[in-house]
C-alpha cells in the first residue's frame, strides 16, 4: 500500500445533506408536538380535572339576583352553613340544557340546597332558559363579567361544586349525566351529607 493510498478519506457529506437536516429539523419537531398534542386530547377526562380550591373555603364574593326571579342572590356567606350543591350554568350553553333534568331531580332533595351561578349571561335568556326548563334553584346569583367563577377556578360552564360549610369538598366539569350521578357525583354528595 503506498503512502496515497492510505490518504484516501471517505468523501466529505454533500453540502446538500446538512442544508436539509437544517431545512427539516424544525419541521421534525413541530411534527413531534402535534403528535403528542394530539395524543392528549382524548385522554383526558373533564370532570377529573384538578381543583386547587377542594378542601378550602369557598372564595368571598357576593353576587345579586337573576332579575326578575325572586331571592336575594348568592354569596359566600349564605354557603357557610349547611352542604350546598353550587351549579355555574349559562342559557347559551348547550350542555347545560342536557344536564337540566338532573339538576330538577337534585332540587327536590331536601338535605341540601341547589343554587345557580349564572355565568356571563343576559338576563332575559337566563328568565327563558329557567322559564322553559324550570327553576330547580333555591338561590341565583349572576356573575355578569366572569370575575367569580374566576374565582371558584371554573374552566367552562356547566361545572357543579358541592360546598359543605363553606368548604369546596367537591368539583364536577361538564354536564351532569346519568352515569357521572352514578359514578361520580351522587357518591360525593353522599358523602358530604354524612
Known sequence: MTETDAKIEAPPPGPWSRKRLV??????IFLGLALLF??????RDPSKLPSVLINKPVPDFELPQLDGIPGDGLSDEKLAKGVHVVNVWASWCGPCREEHPFLMTLAEDERFTLAGLNYKDAAENA?????????PYAAIGVDRKGRTAIDWGVYGVPETFIVKNGTIVHKFVGPLSAAAMKENFSPALEKALQ
Open 38 to 43: 394530539l395524543s392528549q386530547l382524548g385522554v
Open 23 to 28: 431545512l427539516f429539523l424544525p419541521l421534525a
Open 127 to 135: 328568565r327563558r332558559f329557567l322559564g322553559a326548563l324550570g327553576d
